[in-house]
C-alpha cells in the first residue's frame, strides 16, 4: 500500500521564513495587510513590508488586516490536492482574534480531501513552531491525526510574552483583551502582555522601557525553566532591543537550537506598532513526542 502523502498549512502570521518554510516543506497561506486604500498579501512579492507598516502607523495613515476568505483556502486546499496530498493539516493563529481559523475550517468541509484544522491558540512564532511539529511529526511517519495533535500540544505549552511600547494599536484593533484595564490616563505606562487562551492578556505594568525589556527577559527564563526549547525573539522596528535580548536569553536559556530574532510580519506589527518586542518560548521537540502510535 503507496504510503499517504500529508501537507502541512499555516498561515503567515506563523513568523516562518520562505527558508525555514520550505525546509519543513510547509505551505503558508497569506493574510491581507491594507495600507490606505491598497491591499497588500503578506509575506509574498510585492508584499506589504513591516517597515511600510511601521511607517504608516507612525504617519497616521489608516492600517487595517484581513483573514483570508473560505473560497481562498479551498483554492490551497484543491491545489494540494492535485498535486497528490491525501490528507492536510492545518495549523493558524488563534480563532479568537482572526477569522483565518474558521476559514480554514469552512473550507476543509467543502475540501477533496481530509484536512485537519487546528486553532492553535496562540499567534506569531508559536504558530510557526506549532507547524514545524507537525511537518516533522508527518516527516516520522504519522497520520494527519496524530499530526494535529502533536501540532497542538506544542502551542498548548508554548509561552508567549511580549511588550508594547503602546497599548494605542491594540485597542484601535480591539484585540486587548483585559489589556483595557490599562485604559483611561493609564496609556503612558509599559504594560507586558500574554497570550492567555488564545487571547491578548495583560499581566504587568512597568513605568520605562528598559525595566519592561528586562522583566520580559526574567519571565522568558522563568518560563525555560531547565528544560532544552526553542525561542524566538521578535519586533517591530526595534532590532537593537531584540538582538540585546536575545544575546541576554543565550547566556541564561539552555537553547536546543540558535535562538531566533525575527521581524513580525505586516499583518501582526500592524496590532502592536513600531517599538514591540516578543519572546515566545517552546519546549524543543522530542522524538518520542512525534513518534507514529502503533
Known amino acids: 500500500m503507496p504510503e499517504r502523502r500529508i501537507a502541512v498549512v499555516t498561515d503567515s502570521t506563523s513568523s516562518l521564513t520562505a527558508q525555514e518554510a520550505t525546509e519543513h516543506e510547509i505551505v503558508v497561506v497569506p493574510l491581507q495587510v491594507i ?121 498548548l505549552s508554548s509561552t508567549s510574552l511580549f511588550y508594547v511600547d503602546t497599548l494605542e494599536y491594540l485597542r484601535r484593533g480591539g484585540r486587548v483583551g483585559s489589556a483595557a484595564a490599562f485604559f483611561g490616563g493609564a496609556l503612558a505606562v509599559k504594560p507586558l502582555l500574554r497570550i492567555e487562551d488564545g487571547r491578548i492578556e495583560s499581566f504587568e505594568k512597568v513605568r520605562t522601557a528598559g525595566k519592561a525589556l528586562a522583566r520580559l527577559e526574567d519571565l522568558a527564563v522563568e518560563a525555560a525553566a531547565t528544560e532544552p526549547v526553542d525561542l524566538t525573539v521578535a519586533h517591530l522596528s526595534s532590532p537593537e ?31 502592536v506598532g513600531p517599538g514591540m518586542v516578543a519572546v515566545c518560548v517552546t519546549p524543543a521537540i522530542r522524538t518520542a513526542s512525534i513518534a507514529p502510535e502503533h
Not at 490606505?36 to 507612525?58: C, I, N, R, W
Not at 468541509?109 to 492553535?120: F, I, L, N, S
Not at 538582538?243 to 500592524?270: C, K, M, N
Request: charged fraction near 20%.
Open 35 to 155: 495600507i490606505g486604500a491598497t491591499s497588500y498579501d503578506e509575506g509574498v512579492d510585492e508584499g506589504a513590508s513591516p517597515a511600510m507598516v511601521a511607517a504608516a502607523l507612525k504617519s497616521f495613515t489608516p492600517v487595517t488586516t484581513s483573514r483570508p476568505n473560505p473560497a481562498a483556502m479551498l483554492a490551497v486546499y484543491a491545489d494540494l490536492a492535485e498535486q497528490g496530498y491525501d490528507e492536510i493539516v492545518a495549523l493558524h493563529l488563534s480563532g479568537a482574534m482572526s477569522g483565518t481559523f474558521e476559514s480554514a475550517d469552512l473550507a476543509a468541509r467543502e475540501a477533496p480531501v481530509p484536512v485537519h484544522t487546528v486553532d492553535t491558540r496562540q499567534v506569531g512564532p508559536a504558530v510557526g513552531y506549532a507547524a514545524i511539529a507537525a511537518a516533522e511529526a508527518v516527516t516520522a511517519g504519522a497520520s494527519g491525526e496524530k499530526a494535529a495533535k502533536v501540532g497542538l500540544e506544542r502551542a
Open 241 to 271: 532591543r531584540a538582538g540585546q535580548l536575545a544575546e541576554r536569553l543565550a547566556a541564561r536559556v539552555d537553547a536546543a537550537s540558535p535562538i531566533r530574532t525575527v521581524e513580525l510580519g505586516a499583518v501582526l506589527g500592524a496590532h
